[in-house]
């Protein structure tokens, strides 16, 4: 059974200082997504990452993965308060099958 | 073009009352999976409709069925509704099962059970 693990669950950020969201999971995977979820909405997805070494970046946010590791992180850049939500990796083992979803990190920024 | 949409977006049921939960897909998509999220928790996969038929499930009870109809609308049903049923269902669309396509999410639903 494919697990996915987010740590940490919980992370309070300080504006202007960097930060990385790591994500685990078990087994072998197709693809991994990275969404933001903001209290009471919907998934909002940041990222798709297909193949090893994969790196996207859009504006403070970068996201890696590392197919041999099992490993994606996400890593924040200055972080602002409007980054403040809760972010979820997610794993996809075959094509149109269930996503997987790791617990997700909450993110609080602060001034 | 139409994104995904969910109704009703909230709704407060008794227990072991029966709850039916719809949505719309993106314009072109034929598959809708739906998901249920816990307070504080991810997402989990309950099932996953494809051309009308059930493609895959989550491990969840048989209480939770669904439906997908010709314009591959879908319905998530839950009967004998029980307190941890509580939480937001989202329901996702995808333009199809076979091949790597994304799955774009609806605003959820917020089921209370009390």
């Known amino acids: 059974e494919l697990k996915v693990e987010q740590n940490p669950l919980f992370l309070s950020m300080q504006e202007g200082k960097n930060y990385t969201i790591y994500c685990n999971y078990s087994t072998t995977s197709d693809r991994l997504y990275w969404y933001r979820q903001d209290p009471g909405k919907s998934l909002e997805s940041l990222f798709v990452l297909l193949s090893n070494g994969a790196v996207k970046q859009e504006g403070r946010l970068m996201a890696s993965l590392d197919t041999k590791a099992r490993l994606s992180t996400l890593h924040i850049t200055a972080a602002v308060h409007d980054l403040s939500a809760t972010y979820f990796c997610?794993?996809?083992?075959?094509?149109?099958?269930?996503?997987?979803f790791g617990g997700g990190t909450r993110v609080l920024v602060k001034p | 073009e139409t994104g995904v949409t969910q109704s009703p977006t909230h709704l407060i049921k008794t227990r072991g009352q029966q709850v039916t939960l719809r949505c719309s897909s993106q314009s072109g998509h034929n598959t809708v999976s739906w998901y249920q999220q816990a307070l504080g928790q991810g997402p989990q996969f309950i099932f996953q409709?494809?051309?009308?038929?059930?493609?895959g499930r989550g491990n969840f009870p048989p209480r939770f069925s669904g439906l997908q109809f010709p314009n591959y609308s879908s319905e998530l049903n839950v009967n004998a509704l029980e307190l941890d049923d509580s939480a937001l269902y989202l329901c996702a669309s995808s333009r199809s099962a076979q091949g790597d396509y994304e799955q774009y999410f609806g605003p959820g639903t917020r089921l209370t059970v009390t």
């Open positions: 409709y494809y051309r009308e038929e059930e493609n």
């Open positions: 997610a794993v996809i083992k075959a094509a149109g099958n269930k996503l997987t």
